[in-house]
C-alpha cells in the first residue's frame, strides 16, 4: 500500500472519531504519526478539504458540517436548507434591470432587448457562504416585485404569491472552477471545485417563469434525486 494511501486511511479512521468543530492534529503531528513527509499529509488534507470533510479555521484544521444535501426538485433553495435544520439566509449583490440578450431571449420567450430583472445574491446556510444565485425573470410579468420582494427571503415564495406556480424545469449541472469575483464572494478560492447549476423553470400552461445560473461551492453543498424505473 502506498504511502499516500496509508495516510488517506489513517485520516479517515481518525475522522471517524471526531465530531463536527473537533480540531485535526497539525501536520507535523500527523507526518510523525504515519512516518511520512508532510508533503503527503498536506495533500491528504487538501483532498479531504474539497470533499467538504474538514474545513480550515484560522491556522488550524477542523472537522466540517455534512453537507447541505439540496434536492432537485422544484422547491425553494429556504425549503432545502430548512428540511436539513440549517438556517438559510441570503446577501443581495446586485438587482438590477438589463436588456434580454440573444440567450435571454430564447430561453425567456421575449424579444432582444425587452427589459429582464436580474437578480444576484449569496446563498448561506448557518451564516456560511455556500453559493451565488443570479436569477433572470421577464420584467413585464414580475415588474411588481421590485415594490414587494424582500431579496433576502425566499423568491419562489414571492413568485408564488403572484399567482404563478412552478410546473416543470429543465436543469444542467456539471462542474467547473469559479472566476476571481466569484470566488471572492464565496470566501473561497479559484481552485475550489463548483457545482454549475443552470435551470429553466416554466408555469402549468409552459410558459417560463425564470432562467437561473448559480454556484455551488463543491465542499459544502451536494445534490440529490430519486429515481424510479417507469417501465
Not at 116 to 128: G, K, P, Y
Amino acid at each position: 500500500m502506498s504511502k499516500a494511501h496509508v495516510v488517506r486511511n489513517g485520516l479517515d479512521e481518525l475522522l471517524a472519531g471526531l465530531t463536527e468543530g473537533d480540531p485535526v492534529p497539525p501536520e507535523r503531528d500527523l507526518a510523525v504519526r504515519f512516518g511520512v513527509a508532510r508533503d503527503t499529509v498536506r495533500q491528504a488534507l487538501h483532498e479531504l478539504l474539497l470533499e467538504g470533510r474538514v474545513q480550515r479555521r484560522g491556522r488550524g484544521t477542523v472537522v466540517a458540517k455534512p453537507k447541505l444535501t439540496q434536492p432537485l426538485s422544484l422547491r425553494s433553495y429556504t425549503e432545502g436548507a430548512e428540511r436539513m435544520g440549517r438556517k438559510p439566509g441570503r446577501i443581495l449583490v446586485t438587482w438590477e434591470e438589463i436588456e434580454a440578450t440573444v440567450d435571454l431571449s430564447a430561453g425567456l420567450e421575449i424579444e432582444v432587448g425587452e427589459p429582464v430583472m436580474h437578480l444576484e445574491r449569496v446563498l448561506l446556510a448557518d451564516n456560511e457562504r455556500i453559493g451565488l444565485e443570479s436569477t433572470y425573470l421577464p420584467m413585464p410579468r414580475f415588474a411588481g416585485l421590485y415594490d414587494t420582494f424582500d431579496p433576502e427571503t425566499s423568491l419562489y415564495a414571492a413568485i408564488r404569491a403572484t399567482g404563478v406556480r412552478f410546473a416543470s424545469a429543465t436543469e444542467f449541472i456539471e462542474t467547473i472552477l469559479p472566476t476571481p469575483r466569484e470566488a471572492g464572494l464565496l470566501l473561497t478560492t479559484t481552485a475550489m471545485p463548483m457545482l454549475h447549476l443552470r435551470r429553466r423553470s416554466l408555469d402549468a400552461d409552459g410558459r417560463p417563469i425564470e432562467m437561473v445560473r448559480a454556484l455551488y461551492r463543491g465542499d459544502r453543498v451536494a445534490f440529490q434525486t430519486t429515481l424510479a424505473d417507469t417501465e
